[in-house]
């Protein structure tokens, strides 16, 4: 077993252990998640049975309701789970966040035939998926134009334009994309199959990390979304979809950097058995991340049960400012994680160097820390803001 995320604070402070998360959760993760971390990270190798397995002890089915085949566990479990697979890996721990946020968007539609259909077998990592939604969001905050347009023909609509990135997807995989439509507010948003006719495929050139992904860019060419594929239509639909799933969606890649925060004290606690005498002179030591991962901790899985209580409108802000310290304290966690290690640290297979860039992607992935900054400064200055 990898021992790098074994010895964690969840064991310290009585938060809940993987196998009280998820039975089999643990052993899953270190039977076929463990060993596979460096040619995830390294050979860019997707972890597509680890995918499959997971989903079927009920890793992905928390935000799906009992009547449409899920467990109905809720914001926080899909955190936890989000968060045991990150301790380990947070390319496979995005993986299981994009596989939430697909089934978010799904849950939260009124197409109810589609989410009879689609929902219980994403539930169950029978249907795997992403989300193309960073241009989304960013187009509806003014960062980016948006670059899929949807033009109203018989039966559907007809999409044209490219979303340059969209991870958890392949030609036997589905995802959601929001395009634009003419004389309309917010966005359509479809459900995709990566063969769909009219779309291609584009593999990503290499990553630095998160090169494990099945990262693509969705070129679309007329491509022909039927009525019955459409998630949400643009309009006031999108404006209370949007309030409806925004907070949770966000939320959900809290778990990512809490799993990396926890992996990193833990690393630099196993250093200090040996190197505690030069450590303590760095800037930053085990127990001042521990500390501050237990307060991120207990925010987020505060704000989850609140958000499962009231929905996701009241807590938008919360959320950013909780998703901005996320990002924030994963940089510091890893970089400290990093210094800790020193040059074993440098290695292509140990994980510190690793942790140091899957926490930059925490960082830069949307909402990245400055459309974050972006935001909330303009919710300071009207409490209303655009965001998807
Ligand atoms: C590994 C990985 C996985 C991702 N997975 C998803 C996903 O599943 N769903 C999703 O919606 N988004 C995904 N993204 C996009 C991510 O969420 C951010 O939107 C993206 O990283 C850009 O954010 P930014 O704030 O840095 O953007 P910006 O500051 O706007 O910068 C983006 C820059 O990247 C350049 N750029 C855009 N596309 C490419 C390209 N293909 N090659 C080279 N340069 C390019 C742009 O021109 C621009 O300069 C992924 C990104 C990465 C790196």
Redesign the pocket.
């Known amino acids: 077993m990898n021992t790098e995320a074994r010895e964690t604070t969840s064991q310290i402070m009585k938060f809940p252990e993987t196998g009280a998360v998820l039975p089999g959760l643990a052993e899953l993760i270190a039977a076929e998640l463990a060993p596979k971390v460096v040619d995830i990270d390294v050979h860019a190798q997707y972890p597509k049975d680890f995918m499959h397995k997971l989903g079927a002890i009920g890793g992905f089915a928390s935000m799906t309701p009992t009547e449409l085949g899920g467990s109905g566990r809720g914001l926080k479990h899909a955190i936890q789970v989000i968060e045991e697979v990150s301790k380990e890996c947070v390319s496979s721990g995005f993986l299981v966040w ?1 596989q939430y946020a697909f089934q978010w968007y799904m849950a939260n539609s009124t197409n109810t035939a589609l989410k009879a259909k689609i929902l219980p077998q994403v539930a169950y990592g029978e249907i795997l998926g ?6 989304s969001m ?1 187009s509806c905050c003014g ?2 134009e948006a670059r899929l347009k949807a033009t109203k023909v018989e039966g559907g609509w007809k999409i044209n334009g490219t ?6 997807i392949g030609t036997d995989h589905y995802f959601h994309m929001g395009a634009t439509v003419e004389g309309e507010t917010g966005l359509l948003i479809g459900f995709v199959p990566g063969n769909h006719p009219g779309l291609t495929l584009v593999p ?2 290499r ?1 630095v990390g ?1 090169d494990g ?1 099945n ?1 693509f ?1 969705c070129q679309f060419r007329d491509a022909f979304l039927p009525e019955e594929q459409v998630v949400c239509h643009a309009g006031a639909e999108f404006a209370a979809f949007r309030d409806r799933t925004k907070s949770a969606f966000i939320l959900l890649q809290m778990g990512m950097g809490l799993g990396l925060i926890d992996a990193c004290a833990a690393m630099m606690k196993r250093s200090n058995k040996t190197h505690a005498h030069v450590n303590r002179f760095l800037d930053d030591q085990a127990e001042d991340i521990e500390a501050a991962l237990l307060e991120a901790r207990a925010a987020t899985y505060a704000l989850a049960d609140r958000i499962d209580r009231d929905g996701s409108a009241p807590y938008v802000k919360g959320t950013l400012e909780l998703r901005l310290a996320g990002g924030e304290l994963s940089l510091k966690a890893a970089n400290a994680a990093m210094l800790h290690l020193g040059a074993k640290g440098y290695l292509l297979n140990n994980a510190a160097q690793r942790r140091l860039r899957e926490a930059y ?1 925490i960082a ?3 909402p ?1 820390t ?2 974050l900054r972006k935001e909330l400064a303009e919710m300071q200055q009207a409490p209303v803001c655009c965001a998807a």
């Open positions: 994009a992403g989300t193309g939604q960073s241009n960013k960062i980016e979303l340059p990135w969209v991870s958890n990503s050139p990553f998160m992904t990262t860019a992607f830069i992935v949307t990245a400055k459309h």
